[in-house]
C-alpha cells in the first residue's frame, strides 16, 4: 500500500506500507492490552498470536532451549567438566571478531570461576582465520590436553586433525557453515550441522550463544557432580548474558526467538554495569545513556573489531575478561585509538575499490569483485559492507599479496555467501573460506581470481534468487502527526526491542513537517529541526548526508516547502534531558 502518495522520494524510492488485518490488530489490543500502533507493527512483523506473549514478554525459564537437544553438547560438556575436577588447563582458540572475543570471554570467565587455568588464543589476521597446527603443537607442549575451538574450527580440518593427532581432544563450539564432512576432532557443537533439524530454536544463534548453551551444560553436570561447595561456589550464570547480547548483536544474526531472549536479557545485565570491561569502552566511546542494541553494533563493536582489524587481535577479549579497571581503561583507549585508525585506512580503500566498482556496475554483472594490492586485510570486510549499502549487490573485496589473495563479501537477500563459498571450495576456486548467509571470508590463489569471477556470474545467475531490477522501496511501519512524537510513543514501542537482523526497528513517516533549522556538521551529518502546519516540533539529524541528494535539499533549506520524512525514533540525551530526534532515512516533498 502506497503511503502519502510518496511514489519516488527524494532517494528515488517508493513509500510502501505492508498490509494489516484490522481485525486481528483488534483482537491483539484486547488480549495483550497494547497500543495500537504497537499491534498494528507485530500484526506487519507476521507474528503468530500464539507466540506473541513470548515476543513481548521472554523469560530465561520458560523460553531457553535445552543445550542438551543439540548433538554432542552432551559429550563435550562432560569433556570439559572432567578436566575442571582434574585441575588440567584448557586451552581456548577463538576468533577475532566480537563473537569470537566474547566467546573465548565467556568461557574463560566461566573456567576461571570454577578455579580452572586457561590459555588463550586468538589468531592475528596474518595467521588466518581460525585454529593452526602450530598453536596446536605449542598447546600439546604446555601440558594441554584438552582445547576448545569457539566461533572457528569448522572448516579447520588440517589443524584440528594434526592437534587431533598430536593428542589433543579438541571440542569445537561453533555456528558457522558446515562441509558435508566434520572435522576430525574429539565433539562438535553446531546448530548448523547437517544432521541437526534446520528448524531447531538454535540454528541461527551466534557462537556466543552456543558457547553459553554449552557452559549451562556443563554447570549442570559439575552441580549433578557435587562439586560445587563453599570454597567454589556456583555460578550465577546470567553475570555473563552481557557478553552473550554483545556477541549476537554484533554478529548480526536474526535476533528472533532464543537470540532475541538472550539479547533482551543480555542488555539487561550491562545496566547492571558489572563487566569492567564493557564499562570502560562505553566510557571511551562517551555514551552517556542506557545502552541498546544500536550502541552495541554500530559504537563498541567497531572498537572490539579494530583490535583484530588493524592492532592486536586478543585486545577485545583481554578487555571483556578483565577484573581490573585500570587494565580495562588501558585497552579501551588503545581500542580506541586503533578504530580511528581503522577509519583512516578504511576511507582510502573505499575510494579506491568504489572506482573499480563502478566497472562491474556498468557491465550489468549481479555482483561487485575489486581487489588492492596490499589492501589492509581489517579493513576489506567493512569496505564489503559499505559497497553492498551503495549498490546494493553481493560485494567481494580482496587484498592481493604476491601469490595470495584474501576476500571478505558482504550479501543481500537472495545470495547466501556461505553456501556460495563452499561451493566455490569444492570447485577448488577457493582454497579456504566460509561465514553465514550475509557474510564471509575466503582465501584464493591470485591466477584464479578471473576463475572466482567467472563461477561468481554463473553461480549467483543461476543458482540464487537476487532481483537486481526490483524497484526500491522503503517499508514504512506507521503514519505519524508530529504531535504524536514524544516520549510516551517510545515508551510504549519499546516492547519491541531489542532491535537488529531480522527484528528491524519501525520506521515511522512524520507527515507534512516544515523545516525550520539545518546545521552541517564537521562529519558531514545533517542536523536539523521540523515543525508542524499546527505547532510542535521534532529534532532529526540525517548521517554522512552532505552530499547526498536528501541533504543537499535540507541545506538548501526551502522557505515554506513542506516535506514527508522517514525514520527511526530515538531517545536523544543531552544535558540529562531526554527528547526525541528521528533518524531520517528518507525524505519526500509534500
Given at each position: 500500500?502506497?503511503v502519502?502518495?510518496?511514489?519516488e522520494?527524494l532517494s528515488?524510492k517508493?513509500?510502501?506500507q ?6 486481528l ?9 497494547i ?11 507476521n507474528?503468530?498470536v500464539?507466540?506473541?506473549e513470548?515476543f ?5 525459564r520458560k ?7 543439540l548433538k554432542?553438547?552432551t ?5 570439559i ?10 586451552g ?7 563473537d569470537?572475543?566474547t566467546?573465548?570471554a565467556l ?28 598453536k596446536m603443537?605449542?598447546f ?14 569448522m572448516?579447520?580440518?588440517e589443524p584440528?586433525?594434526?592437534g ?10 561453533d555456528?558457522h557453515?558446515?562441509e558435508?564432512?566434520?572435522?576430525n ?7 548448523k550441522?547437517l ?7 538454535c540454528?541461527s ?10 557452559v ?11 562439586f560445587?561447595?563453599?570454597k567454589?561456589?556456583?555460578p550465577?550464570?546470567?553475570?555473563w548474558?552481557d ?7 554484533c554478529?548480526?544474526?536474526?535476533l528472533?526467538?532464543?537470540n532475541?531472549?538472550?539479547?533482551k536479557?543480555g542488555?539487561k545485565?550491562?545496566l547492571?554495569n ?5 564499562k570502560?569502552l ?6 552517556h545513556e ?20 588493524v592492532?592486536k ?5 583481554r578487555?571483556l575478561?578483565?577484573f ?7 585497552i579501551?583507549n ?11 585506512i ?5 575510494e ?8 562491474d556496475?556498468?557491465?550489468?554483472h549481479?555482483f ?23 549498490f546494493n ?14 576476500g571478505?563479501?558482504r ?9 556460495l563459498?563452499?561451493?566455490a571450495?569444492?570447485?577448488?576456486i577457493?582454497?579456504r573460506g566460509?561465514?553465514?548467509p ?14 572466482f569471477?567467472?563461477?561468481l ?5 543461476t543458482?540464487?534468487n537476487?532481483?537486481?531490477?526490483k524497484?526500491?522501496e ?5 503514519v ?5 512524537v514524544?516520549?510516551d510513543?517510545?515508551?510504549?514501542i519499546s516492547?519491541?526491542e ?6 528491524e526497528?519501525?520506521?515511522f513517516a512524520?507527515?507534512?513537517?516544515l523545516?525550520s ?7 558531514g551529518?545533517?542536523v ?10 521534532l ?9 547526498t ?6 541545506l538548501?533549506?526551502?522557505v ?5 520524512i ?5 531517545i536523544?540525551?543531552w ?14 516533498l509534500?
Open positions: 500500500m502506497l502519502l502518495g510518496v511514489e522520494s528515488k517508493k513509500w510502501v505492508h498490509f494489516a488485518d484490522e481485525k490488530i483488534a483482537h491483539i489490543i484486547q488480549k495483550f492490552d497500543p495500537e500502533i504497537l499491534a498494528r507493527i507485530l500484526v506487519v512483523k507474528l503468530d500464539d507466540v506473541l513470548n513481548l514478554y521472554p523469560t530465561l523460553n531457553l532451549p535445552n543445550p542438551e537437544t554432542d553438547v559429550k563435550t560438556a562432560e569433556r567438566a572432567d578436566s575442571v575436577e582434574r585441575g588440567e588447563t584448557i581456548i582458540m577463538g576468533d577475532y571478531d566480537v569470537g572475543a566467546s573465548s568461557l574463560k570467565l566461566f573456567l576461571q570461576s570454577t578455579g580452572t587455568k586457561t590459555k588463550t588464543f586468538i589468531p592475528d589476521r596474518d595467521d588466518g582465520y581460525g585454529p593452526n597446527a602450530q603443537q605449542e600439546y607442549d604446555e601440558g594441554i590436553r584438552l582445547v576448545a575451538t569457539v566461533d572457528c574450527g572448516t579447520a580440518f584440528i586433525d594434526f587431533t593427532k598430536l593428542g589433543l581432544d579438541i571440542v569445537i563450539i555456528h557453515e558446515p558435508r564432512m566434520l572435522p576432532a574429539y565433539s562438535v557443537v553446531n546448530p550441522r544432521d541437526e533439524d534446520i528448524k531447531h530454536p540454528h544463534m551466534a557462537a556466543v550463544g552456543v558457547v553459553f548453551l554449552v549451562v551444560a556443563i554447570n549442570k553436570i559439575l552441580r549433578q557432580r557435587g560445587y561447595d563453599d567454589i561456589p556456583e550465577d550464570l546470567r553475570q548474558l557478553l552473550v547480547a554483545f556477541g549476537t548483536v554478529d548480526v544474526v536474526p528472533k526467538g532464543v532475541r531472549l538472550l539479547v536479557s542488555l545485565q550491562i547492571a558489572k563487566n569492567v570491561g564493557i570502560a562505553s566510557h571511551i566511546s562517551k555514551i542506557q545502552i541498546t542494541s544500536y550502541h552495541l553494533g554500530y559504537i563498541l563493536g567497531p572498537r572490539i573489531n579494530a583490535g583484530g582489524r592492532g587481535s586478543d585486545l577485545g577479549m578487555l575478561s578483565t581490573d579497571e585500570v587494565e580495562a581503561a588501558m579501551a588503545e581500542l580506541e585509538e586503533l578504530n580511528l585508525l581503522r577509519r583512516s578504511e576511507s582510502d580503500v573505499l579506491q575499490a568504489t572506482k573499480q566498482a563502478m566497472d556496475i556498468q557491465a550489468g549481479p561487485i569483485l575489486v581487489q588492492g594490492e596490499n589492501w589492509h586485510q581489517g579493513v576489506v570486510g567493512i569496505v564489503a559492507g559499505r559497497l553492498k549499502e551503495r549487490l553481493p560485494s567481494f573485496v580482496l587484498s592481493v599479496e604476491g601469490s595470495d589473495a584474501k571478505s563479501s550479501s543481500v537477500p537472495g545470495v547466501d555467501l556461505g553456501t563459498v563452499i561451493t571450495m569444492q570447485k577448488g577457493l582454497s566460509g561465514g553465514h550475509m557474510a564471509a571470508g575466503f582465501s584464493l590463489d591470485t591466477n584464479r581470481i578471473n576463475d569471477r567467472a563461477f556470474k554463473e553461480y549467483i545467475n543458482q540464487c537476487l532481483e537486481v531490477d524497484p526500491k522503503l517499508i514504512i511501519d506507521g505519524l502527526d508530529i504531535h504524536a514524544n516520549l510513543l517510545l515508551d510504549k516492547l519491541l531489542p532491535y537488529g537482523e531480522g527484528n526497528e519501525p520506521v512524520v507527515h507534512d513537517v523545516l533549522r539545518t546545521i552541517l556538521t564537521k562529519n551529518h545533517v536539523c529541526k521540523f515543525t508542524g502546519k499546527s505547532g510542535g516540533y529534532d532529526a539529524v540525517c548521517f554522512r548526508a552532505e552530499k541528494q536528501i541533504g543537499q535539499t535540507l538548501e533549506n526551502r515554506g516547502q513542506y516535506y514527508h522517514a525514520g527511526q525514533l530515538r536523544d540525551t544535558n540529562t534531558q531526554k527528547k526525541v530526534q528521528m533518524i531520517i532515512h528518507d525524505i519526500a509534500a
